[in-house]
């Protein structure tokens, strides 16, 4: 958890869903502007929750082909899987992850309602079948917030958590940013929030 940046209203929320896994739903939404860390913090808290992990990007050709049912059963089906280090390394260690497996959806936002709508029940009943937890992740933007994104259908079903860096946190933010990387300018910090990803690649240039 120490390699983020998360202002503390959004780590507690994800500390909570890390102890409460096995309480969730089994789909989560990780939402919010492009570069706050939803892809990156969905694969490390996969692995903390499930004991097999497997990435999928909304836009890659299966996801256009066919119906949602067939894509789950391949996504059920196909190896793509992403064994975790521990598990391996140690197959007798007394492992209480909550999931057998996690599916991350990755830009899910990319799919048109009517093939979101599509997943809403099979998301569902994959999840009781394999005990799976889905993370769907979705890029928002300031003109598309997450209820013009995902249909209502979806939105219903999953816990959604809001990763976005608003202008009340820019303080604190910049703060937990510079306290690590103190030679980071305050005033381009500010410039450059909410997008983490430019901010973390000029601290990756001047360290
Ligand atoms: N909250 C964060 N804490 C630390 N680094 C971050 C954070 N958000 C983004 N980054 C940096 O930006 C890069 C892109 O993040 P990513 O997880 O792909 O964002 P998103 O999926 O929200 O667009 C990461 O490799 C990481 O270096
Ligand atoms: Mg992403």
Known sequence: MEQFIFHAELKNKLEFIIEKSHKLGGVLCFHGLPGCGKTTFSE?????????????????????????ANILNTIKETGNIVLDEDAENNPHSNDNRAW???????????????????YKVSLEKVSKELNALF?????????RPLNKTLTSAILSRCQAIDFDIKKHHFDEVTYLIRRKYPMLDEKYIKQTL??????????????
């Open 44 to 68: 490390y808290y996969a692995h903390k929750v499930a004991k097999e992990v497997s990435v999928f990007d909304a836009n890659s050709h299966l996801f256009d082909r066919t119906s949602a």
């Open 100 to 118: 057998d497996r996690c599916f991350i959806i990755d830009e899910f936002h990319n799919l048109s309602e009517k093939r979101q709508d599509a």
């Open 135 to 143: 993370i769907l992740i979705v890029n928002t933007t300031r003109e």
């Open 194 to 207: 909410p997008d983490l990803r430019q901010v973390m690649k000029r601290a990756k240039l001047l360290s």
